[in-house]
Nanobody
Framework: QVHLVESGGGLVQAGGSLRLSCAAS????????MGWFRQAPGKERRFVARISRSGDVTRYADFVKGRFTISRDNAKNTVYLQMNSLNPEDTAVYYCAADPRGAGLYDSWGQGTQVTVSS
């Protein structure tokens, strides 16, 4: 497995932006796809975005399309989630996860970072 540590969460006003980072260690970062998920209080964890190991293919949940951008820097073993036009419904704990086989099966998860959007 790979060790993942998220950072960059915080409190932001509606309409604002945040950039989350997820630093990886323990395995060769460039060999696996990465994803971001989120879990709001009292709700199930939901897929947000994913990026291929090379960074050339991305996919987003409909509710973040046009507002969030996932990217990665394999030289820095880090994946990012740029979040713009935030609204209170984006309030959640955000998790990054690693998918070593590119099959949508994530076997390593970070501890999460809290994002709170005030109205």
């Amino acid at each position: 497995q790979v060790h993942l540590v998220e950072s960059g969460g915080g409190l932001v006003q509606a309409g604002g932006s945040l950039r989350l980072s997820c630093a990886a260690s323990g395995r060769t970062f460039s060999t696996f796809d990465m994803g971001w998920f989120r879990q709001a209080p009292g709700k199930e964890r939901r897929f947000v975005a994913r990026i291929s190991r090379s960074g050339d293919v991305t996919r987003y949940a409909d509710f973040v399309k046009g507002r969030f951008t996932i990217s990665r820097d394999n030289a820095k073993n880090t994946v990012y989630l740029q979040m713009n036009s935030l609204n209170p419904e984006d309030t959640a704990v955000y998790y990054c996860a690693a998918d070593p086989r590119g099959a949508g099966l994530y076997d390593s998860w970070g501890q999460g970072t809290q994002v709170t959007v005030s109205s």
